[in-house]
């Protein structure tokens, strides 16, 4: 079946001894067979790759309508040219699967942790320093997973994932909503609101910032006094980039935190490889930000040192963005006054599609895509996407940003602050 951007892709599927393919227009027979197969619980194979991949059966009762389509995680099993192909998660699906591996309770919420907050203090050693040891040895490489897992849950618990007009949100607003986010979760066994530390807005005089500061961090220190380790929180901020520091080692700028916090060359690689799309914004900027959560030490000198951390890339109102794309994106929404949420979720059922975006004011509520790129495994994925939507009923609202197109127009609002936000955290 030819596509829109106009290469070739095969289908060819198998329902127990028969084939059909898309190529020769066996449409209506796919349906039906589909609806057949699923009655019997017969799998729908596809003949791209061998061995078959398995292909899930959707439908939409009320349309009478059936599709075949990838299994959720499944499309790098299929062959680069098939439909049903598309490259191996991208990161809203990997958000989506950090996100729903946060267990809800009656009580809130828990995050399952690999992160200590002790490190032992080897004889003889000092607390910390800046020679990256402390964040190679002891940060098990995963902690950086569950620190953006957080840090995404954190956003999304505190809905900065959804944008209604009105005066633009500022870092006092962000910090009291995620602070309010906090409360009744568990990180490991530890309590949350206990080991992180959410940089507040600009307190004057500095004095009381650290005043602040030190009662978060004193329960800590005695915590720890005569076991012989070093305690290490979490810290919640803004990220406004790594600087060399006036005594040499990096510095990055958190906030109103005017020490900044400490970081090895170790840690600065790791952080522009991991998260490459957050640093290449221009930062601190009007329209974008970057959050960050970092796990930290007290160092023997007061100043603090990140072991590890995990950055997450805003619109200039703090709506999480997977690109720049997205950010410009959000950008308009917002400057138009729009009601619109970045799902961090798949928001319909029997899915795992995520738009970019959701505009919310408009009846039914509009996705939105960003195409951010031409590779043949992005065309295949946004062919598979533009199918998906069109069977689900949606009229999509696209933009083509990598052909530097420009920015589509909005569709008028139909119920301002109607719509409810489609995903939303459970309990
Ligand atoms: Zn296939």
Redesign the pocket.
Known sequence: MATPDGSRRI?KIRIGKHSFSYERGDTARIAGALQLAKEASMPVL????DPS?KLVIQSRADRGRWWPATWPKGGPA??LE????HPALADAEDRAARLAAIQILPSGFRIKSNISFSRPLARGEQPSNLDGRAGRSNAASSSSTTLLGALEFLMERAQLHLHIPGPKRGWGQVVELLRASLKGGLLGRKRLPEVIYVVPEFIFPHREHEKQFQAFWEPLVRNAQGRGTVPRFLLLCEFKGVEPGADGPLRASVGQLSGGIYLSDYLKDKLEQKYAIALAQPIPSKSAHVLGLFLAEVMDSGKLLAVDGALVLTSGSFVPCDSGHEVRMATLLARKARHFEKPMRPPYPNSDMIPDFLLLDTRPVRPIEVWGMNTPDYLARKQAKRAEYQALGMQLLEWEAYRGHRLPVLPEVDEPGLNLPLTKVKG
């Open positions: 289908a596809c003949e791209c790759s991949p299929h062959a098939c439909l049903f192909h």
